[in-house]
């Protein structure tokens, strides 16, 4: 139903933020790695060959900013993933879009951020894409994953901005799945970062709370797929930040990996690959 797209929806949701709700523990951490309470079986992709063999003949769309940007990082330079290679498109490394490919297992990772506002030093006129606009190019089906992490450049925003964003990106993500229902979308929440005195006064953790809360009405009853963030950067022991360190990225790409190919992969108690 598109009745909680109306304006005054937008209202709904910003009084929300305000109110006090009950949470619970998304999940834990097991010998380093995370266990989901949710009843997600997360996998563990542990090799390049792994990841290559989850992602064989599938297209892996990424939008959103940074933290988003880190994934794709993680999967073309950290790991990297066996035969996937990075495609120099001479674009700016902060913003990109970026591009990498693996020929011989029909696999393509793209990267691109989100439109204004942008906190980046620079950034082509003609590369500001919105992902609502990018969701309606996308062909989707069974092998076609979209990932999307939209939150921090908007929390020095007024909350209205962020969630008029949401409900554009919300209403794109509805076309997709009903043109091709196949289509895996993944969202990624925000997370708490490290904080100077001057973050602490005008861009602190609890600006990027509200937008959280806002990000999992807006998606609610959508069937998207979410990665909590929030709550796997808290529940580890190394130090929060804006861009989490290897071991939090990780985990949360086996979790990307367990809703793109639940089959695959070892669960706890089994081989690791």
Known sequence: SL???????????????????????????????????????????????????CLKGKVLHLYGDSTIRQWFEYL?????????????LKTPKQNGPFLALDPENNILVTFRCHGPPIRFGTMPANQARYIASELDSVIGGKDTVVVIG???HFSTFPIEVYIRRLLSIRRAVVRLLTKAPGTVVIIRTANPKALT?????????????????????????????????????????????????????????????????????????????
Not at 10 to 22: C, G, H, P
């Open 150 to 152: 939209v939150w921090s």
């Open 3 to 53: 009745k909680d797209l109306k304006p005054l929806r937008i209202v709904n949701l910003r009084q929300e933020t305000n109110q006090s709700i009950k949470t619970k523990p998304a999940g834990y951490y097991y010998q380093g790695v995370w266990r989901a309470l949710d009843g997600t079986r997360v996998l563990q992709f542990n090799t390049s060959t792994a990841v290559s063999q």
């Open 76 to 88: 073309t330079e950290s790991l990297p993933v066996s035969g996937l290679k990075k495609f120099d």
């Open 197 to 273: 005195v001057y973050e602490t006064l005008t861009n602190s953790d609890w600006y990027s709370l509200q937008r959280d809360k806002v990000l999992r009405e807006i998606f609610k009853g959508v069937n998207v797929q979410l990665v909590d963030a929030w709550e796997m950067t808290i529940a580890h022991h190394l130090p929060h930040s804006l861009h989490p360190q290897l071991p939090i990225i990780k985990n949360m790409i086996d979790v990307i990996l367990s809703h793109t190919c639940p089959a695959a992969g070892s669960s706890e108690g089994e081989t690791k690959l």
